[in-house]
């Protein structure tokens, strides 16, 4: 898998402390296999970004379907969900979430205790790419993980800039193995 | 209120103490009392003043901050860096920075409103004197709700106008100095003193407004002013076409003024882009609004402008070479833009006009507003019929250089929203310019495509060409601005909105950068008409929810009035007119339920805060300005939402809704601190989709004074546009439902299951006389 530390937009650049590009799909599921509490952040996007699933909402249903990843749909996305059938879909709006995400005694969803790995799909690229910074520099104890087109220098790890039909097939390796539980 | 240096000489006194002779005495100011209000406890407020009343909102809406940068590079100790818990050389956190650079921000805003009055008002003192009185509005005497409520004091002429800028201006020299190295180390410090530098802004907003209102001759606080053209189409192209862009009227006026002095409006198109456009079209509603700041760019492409005339604020300053492409000279007007020109102020109108015409220089610098008129008529008179037929490229030649495109994407990762610019050039490249027409609507204008196209590809005016034809529909009528809001009015509608039986004030202000083009703007405004909030809107705003027809035809300002009252909409005018939009808000509480506002600033904002529910939203903010304005409005205890490119403030101000201990209010009736719920949620809020916005603002129109009426129906707001745009009933009606009576009639029975599920108790949250104020209780139990 090549990888490439290009932003998604020119002057996005972060730094010192930038995101490990992410080798291969295994070590994202890896990371979710291994963490506790991991959640996974669906944004307003999502249904206009193309994956093997049909978008990025049924690829996160598919993935959720492993029992691990909690879902949460930010934006007014979580309506998308329930249309298809998911409707244990948690919704946030985006800085809600990350304002709470800084938060180490934060509940949760569900009550159960706040996540230790977030994983963002779906964003608005600077949205997303501000929200992490958010969390770099105030939840320190929490992981990121960017499953965006483009490398997201603020995560704790991000895929690298890659092409379309590249990154469909990562999304499929990594969605198909967390499904499984692999 | 006040007069300046009184002198007094006496050539030989005898008195009891002995003989003087040659006695001057000299007095800086006299102040006459004839206001009976009393003065209230913060007039003129420094620095600290209201720092107790900032923390109690910013302890309900702490800070997020999110770095835009994670270095601190303004002192040669540095760069620092300051990711995590590390601190900088001079040991600021990345909190203190991220704050500190709000404050900057919020200066900067503050500054150039405060400027921009001075300048106006000197020039206007000049012409008019410092006796000319202030008559602001219509049927009102609350004529300055901020300098009253802020400085204490009743302006009746542009004299007294002075003292409240030398107070802004002092203040904001404070303010700037704290963020010096070595200074302020504590973020909610520093996010205090922005709140300071949002309250100076209006106040100097206000000076601005209403100096122009008073001796300009624009519309005063009037439900019906004039009806003016916004867009392209409305440009006359058979006429010689000026466009002046920028934020100060006084050029343009004294352009209108030469022109119908001389009767030359039949000869010449007056049209003007962002606020110095609104207030041209107050002054005189012939002239014309091409349209937003954003689309400087835009219209300079066209080759429709024979003559560029720029003011200040916003202005691209690259304004010269785009000009320069079309043939078209540059005046540039103002001292804080002075482009590098030479400044020809005090040359003769004609060796000027002269050198324009014949193209010796690129452009002037003309700081005499007289002057300008002169010139720019006389120029634009010779330069217009050389340029017909001479403007912009053809399809083929854009086709031409879209087959040279190096796929190499730069254009789209430059574009503030991704847009997808490559796949619409290789169309173009084939001869099929839809893609690039379907760019148009949604680009912001900023040009970053061009700048990082290796080809240098002239982008801009590749996204014209394919959007020829809807541009030269563009030509929508739209109300020119207002100003105040007048006193009648209020008194009309205070009660109904303290009570929330009007639901709410949308506020649609600020820039233009949007997420997916400006008929984002429009939609929010005409859910909330429909839904009978009062929706006033101010700047760039106001011009583009002008800019979207229904199917009969019709645009916005054509369907609803133009009155301060349930379902009206209300253009208040341009950006330093937001002063009248928190002014409302600071009148409800003086007119409606009399409380004084002379230098009694908390006790208004916690009215305010409590009791109307007003949201602001700048959906596609920008500049330091629009930082500014929105922090004026948090002081005063008004939420605010911005669109995307908003979080790129650093910061947002968020309440957490499940932590009740963070939603305690006084009872003044009592003193017994009670639970009332989160409302309002959050104090500032960037929304990540203009759906979600809309939900938002229907909730953010809650406020714990809401009687039960009111708030039912507010809830039915919220409930129905969360339930169409997200598909569900939301799931904390648990803390806005306080009781049985607040229940919208109509969804009863499906928000009882709901409540039910989520544990509520009915009674749980108050309904009380609300106040975050100790010393505003009445009685203790």
């Known amino acids: ?106 509940e949760g969803f569900d009550g159960e205790g706040t996540y230790d790995l977030v994983v963002f799909a779906g964003s608005i690229y600077y949205m997303e790419w501000l929200i992490q910074s958010g969390l770099k520099n105030f939840a320190q104890g929490l992981s990121t993980i960017s499953l965006a087109q483009s490398y997201q220098p603020n995560a704790s790890w991000s895929l690298g800039t890659m092409p379309s039909e590249q990154w469909k097939e990562v999304i499929d390796k990594i969605v198909t193995m967390v499904e499984e539980g692999a | 209120m006040s007069k300046r240096d009184l002198k007094l000489k006496i050539d030989e006194l005898s008195s009891a103490l002995g003989t003087f002779k040659g006695l001057e005495i000299e007095v800086g100011r006299i102040f006459e ?104 509005a219509i049927n009102t005497n609350v004529e300055a709700p901020h300098m009253r409520l802020v400085c204490g004091m009743r302006p009746k002429t542009l004299r007294d106008l002075e003292d409240a800028l030398d107070y802004v201006e002092t203040q904001l020299v404070q303010l700037v100095a704290t963020a010096h190295t070595g200074q302020e180390g504590d973020n909610i410090d520093f996010e205090s003193k922005a709140f300071h530098a949002g309250m100076l802004d209006h106040v100097a907003m206000e000076v601005a407004d209403i100096e122009q209102i008073a001796t300009l001759g624009m519309p005063k606080g009037v439900a019906d002013a004039p009806m003016t053209q916004i867009g392209f ?32 409006f039949g000869e010449i198109e007056v049209g003007g882009l ?71 102020t005090h040359d003769d109108p004609d060796e000027i006009v002269a050198d324009l015409v014949e193209g010796r220089v690129p452009g002037v610098l003309i700081i005499e507003p007289r002057k300008v008129g002169e010139v720019a008529v006389k120029t634009v008179l010779k330069i217009a019929p050389n340029r017909k037929g001479n403007k912009i490229l053809s399809h083929e030649e854009v086709s031409k250089l879209a087959e040279k495109c190096r796929n190499c994407m730069e254009c789209i990762r430059a574009c503030p929203n991704n847009l997808p610019i490559m796949d619409a050039v290789h169309a173009a490249a084939r001869g099929d310019f839809e893609p690039l027409g379907s760019l148009y609507p949604l680009c912001v204008g900023c040009g970053r ?20 034809k809807r541009i030269l529909d563009e030509k929508f009528a739209m109300r020119v601005g207002r100003g105040a809001v007048t006193d009648v009015e209020i008194r009309e509608v205070g009660r109904a909105i303290v009570f929330g039986e009007i639901p709410g004030i949308v506020a649609l202000v600020g820039c233009a950068n949007y997420p997916a083009g400006g008929s984002d703007v429009a939609l929010i405004a005409e859910e909330f008409l429909k839904r009978r909030f009062i929706v006033v809107a101010t700047g760039c705003a106001a011009m583009d929810l002008a800019m979207k027809r229904d199917e009969d035809g019709l645009n916005l300002y054509e369907k609803y009035p133009g009155y301060f009252d349930a379902g009206g909409l209300v253009n208040i005018g341009s950006c330093v007119s937001n002063a009248h939009i928190t002014g409302a808000a600071i009148k409800i509480a003086n007119i409606f339920a009399k409380r004084p506002l002379r230098g009694n ?93 809309m939900v938002m603002i229907a909730k953010l129109s809650m406020r714990p004074n809401d009687t039960t009426k009111g708030r039912a129906v507010k809830l039915s707001h919220y409930i129905d546009l969360h339930q169409r745009l997200y598909g569900s009933i939301p799931d904390d009606l648990h803390l806005y439902v306080r009781g049985g009576a607040d229940i919208p009639f109509t969804m009863k029975d499906e928000i009882l299951k709901a409540l039910d599920e989520a544990g509520w108790v009915d009674g749980k949250i108050a309904q009380l006389d609300p106040t975050l104020l100790e010393r505003m209780v009445r009685r203790r139990d």
Request: glycine residues 8%.
């Open chain 1, 1 to 106: 898998m090549s990888v490439k530390m290009t932003p998604g937009q020119t002057a996005e650049i972060a730094g010192p402390k930038k995101a490990f590009v992410i080798p291969k799909p295994e070590v994202v599921a890896s990371m979710i296999k291994r963490a506790k509490r991991p959640l996974l952040v669906v944004g307003s996007k999502a249904d206009e970004i193309r994956t093997k699933d049909g978008d990025l909402i049924d690829s996160a249903i598919r993935m959720s379907k492993g029992g691990k990843v909690t879902v949460v749909a930010t934006g007014h996305l979580v309506g998308e969900f329930r249309k298809r059938g998911k409707e244990n879909t948690y919704s946030s709006q985006l800085m809600n979430l990350g304002d709470r995400l800084r938060d180490p005694d934060w």
């Open chain 2, 449 to 468: 495509c061009e700048s990082a196209c290796p080809e240098g590809f002239p982008l801009i005016t590749f996204f014209n060409k394919g959007a020829e």
């Open chain 2, 33 to 136: 009392e004839d206001w009976e209000e009393p003065m209230g406890p913060t007039p003129l407020p420094g620095v600290g003043t209201l720092r107790e009343w900032d923390r109690k909102l910013l302890d309900r809406y702490k800070p997020f901050y999110m770095p835009f940068c994670d270095l601190c590079c303004l002192c040669t100790f540095g760069k620092c860096d300051l990711t995590g818990d590390k601190r900088g050389a001079c040991g600021l956190t990345m909190a203190g920075q991220q704050s500190r650079i709000v404050l900057l921000a919020c200066c900067i805003g503050a500054s150039t409103h405060c400027a921009h009055a001075r300048h106006m008002l000197d020039h206007l003192i000049e012409e008019f004197g410092r006796d000319a009185p202030i008559e602001v």
């Open chain 2, 233 to 264: 189409g409305s440009i006359d192209t058979s006429k010689a076409v000026i466009m002046c862009i920028g934020h100060n009227v006084l050029p343009s006026v004294d352009i209108i003024d030469y022109l119908m002095d001389h009767d030359l």
């Open chain 2, 601 to 693: 600033y908390e006790e208004i904002a916690d009215y305010v805060y409590n009791r109307v529910g007003a949201v602001g939203v700048a959906w596609g903010a920008m500049s330091q300005k629009a930082a500014s304005i929105a922090s004026g409005c948090w002081r005063l205890g008004i939420p605010v939402v911005v669109g995307p490119h908003g979080a790129k403030y650093r910061r947002n101000l968020l309440g957490r809704k499940e932590k009740e201990e963070d939603w305690m209010t006084y009872d003044a009736r009592t003193g017994e601190e009670v639970y009332v719920g989160p409302a309002p949620e959050h104090l500032f809020y960037a929304a990540e989709t203009v759906e979600e916005a």
């Open chain 2, 274 to 344: 962002c606020c110095t456009a609104h207030d041209n079209s107050r002054y005189d509603k012939r002239a014309k609004v091409i349209g937003p700041i954003s689309w400087q760019l835009r219209f300079i492409r066209s080759g429709i402008p024979d003559l560029v005339v720029v003011d200040e604020q916003c202005l691209r300053t690259d304004i010269l070479i785009e000009a320069k492409m079309i043939g078209v000279p540059v005046i540039a007007t103002s001292e804080k833009s002075m482009l590098g020109l030479p400044n020809r």
